[in-house]
């Protein structure tokens, strides 16, 4: 379609040059203006919009060819399930999966980094205390969380490290009510801001006027995930990846407390986290 384009607008143009010799300018814009009016009613599409070519639209074919090949791996997956047998073999599948699953994540969790943390400010509640926080994961790599403590500290407390949801950061309600409840109950609870959340947001957007198009700013660091998914792929690592290298330094910092259990962590998602 290209080079039928092409060819129409080179003939348009020796057409011009013969008719210049011989007709007046203004019969020679009207020409003109027919003949460019007909170039616009070309359709340079390859698919008709009336009859498909086939019985999958283009704009879809990749999202289908994904499903088919998760469908065929689930299938294959709940094959392998149904054939075991023994503990031995349940142990091998786990194991293959879990292995499989770590190398998805990339080499970032293969390094625990020392911990640099420091308190910027601590709240005072009833019955519990919140440390504002900043810790270094990577050189250049803060985190910021908020650690939730006991006023009064047992001599064996658990710690809880929260993952929160893909759209709210550490200061959603529910997270502060969960920190706020354990911590009373003798808990530590940490609640940290992923990569690209809260704090450690990674795009221009704070608020309604930075955007001259209607979105919801709440939702701004979940659409960026994206973003910083395809900037860590370059370097090879995952988003995930980074995120679980995270929370395992989390567990490091709660490990840090005085008189933590170690044999009593736990990390909980807060809705899809």
């Known amino acids: 379609m290209k080079t039928q384009c092409l060819c129409c607008v080179v003939l348009l143009t020796i057409l011009l040059d013969l008719r210049a010799a011989h007709s007046g300018p203004d019969d020679l814009e009207s020409e003109a203006k027919a003949i460019l009016q007909h170039l616009e009613t070309l359709d340079p599409n390859v698919f008709s919009t009336a009859k498909p070519v086939s019985e999958i639209e283009p704009r879809r074919q990749l999202i289908e060819y994904v499903k088919k090949r998760r469908r065929t791996f689930n299938a294959s997956d709940v094959f392998a399930w149904r054939k075991i047998k023994t503990r031995e073999q349940w142990e091998q599948f786990r194991s293959q999966r879990i292995d499989a699953l770590r190398a998805s994540l990339g080499p970032v969790i293969n390094q625990r980094n020392e911990l640099v943390v420091q308190t910027t400010k601590t709240l005072k509640g009833d019955g519990f205390e919140i440390d504002c926080l900043v810790f270094t994961t990577w050189p250049g790599m803060k985190v910021t969380a908020n650690l939730y403590r006991p006023q009064q500290v047992g001599a064996s407390a658990p710690g ?6 893909h759209h709210n950061p550490k ?3 529910e997270l502060q009510d969960m920190g706020m409840t354990w911590a009373r109950q003798g808990c530590y609870v940490l609640v940290m801001d992923q990569i690209g959340h809260g704090e450690r947001w990674q795009h221009p957007f704070r608020t309604a006027d930075d ?3 209607p979105f919801m700013v709440s939702r701004q660091d979940y659409y960026f995930r994206y973003n910083t998914g395809i900037q860590l792929h370059l370097i090879g690592d995952s ?6 290298s995270d929370l395992m330094h989390g567990v490091d910092l709660l490990l840090k407390q005085p008189n933590i259990d170690a044999k009593r962590i736990a990390l909980l998602g807060a809705v899809a986290g």
């Not at 809880?160 to 949801?165: A, D, G, Q, V, Y």
């Not at 988003?239 to 679980?244: D, E, F, N, P, S």
């Open 239 to 244: 988003l995930i990846g980074w995120m679980v």
């Open 160 to 165: 809880i490290l929260i993952c929160h949801s």
């Open 171 to 173: 200061t959603q309600g």
């Open 211 to 213: 955007f001259d198009k």
